[in-house]
């Protein structure tokens, strides 16, 4: 269940503009992990941009908390499917490596901000969410 994304093509590239737009700006060479954003797994919800950069971290689990029938849809390209309006959310969440990063994602975010108190509920801490949903999203929408 808990499939792992790789960098994904739009935030690979906006990584690697980052150091040389810096770079352009300040007329030195700015070194790649200062000029790369971060993001903080604390819970909160962030840009599609800021998203993107979390999501694209390694080890970090994509999950998408819409029903099965929305992620059918189109989803997130790596994203699991845990629906927070299934009966055995919470269970689901249990099996959920506390340790790990998890970018999580709805359709507007009022249910990735449901999602993250029940995952905080069950020990799982370390996560972000996504202001605006998959309607704020602009990057790559899959479908399997």
Known sequence: MNRRIVRGAFAGALLALVPAISACSTGEDAPAAEAAETVAFDGSHVSAASF????????????????????????????????????????????????????????????SRAAIDVMTGEGVEHTVGLEGGIGAWTGDVVTD
């Open 52 to 111: 993107a950069v979390a999501a694209a971290e390694d080890g970090v689990t994509i999950v998408d908390v819409r029903t099965p029938a929305e992620y059918a849809e189109g989803h997130l390209p790596g994203a699991v499917n845990i629906d927070v309006s299934a009966g055995d959310f919470q269970a689901q969440v249990a099996t959920l490596d506390p340790e790990a990063d998890y970018a999580v994602y709805c359709r507007s975010g009022n249910r």
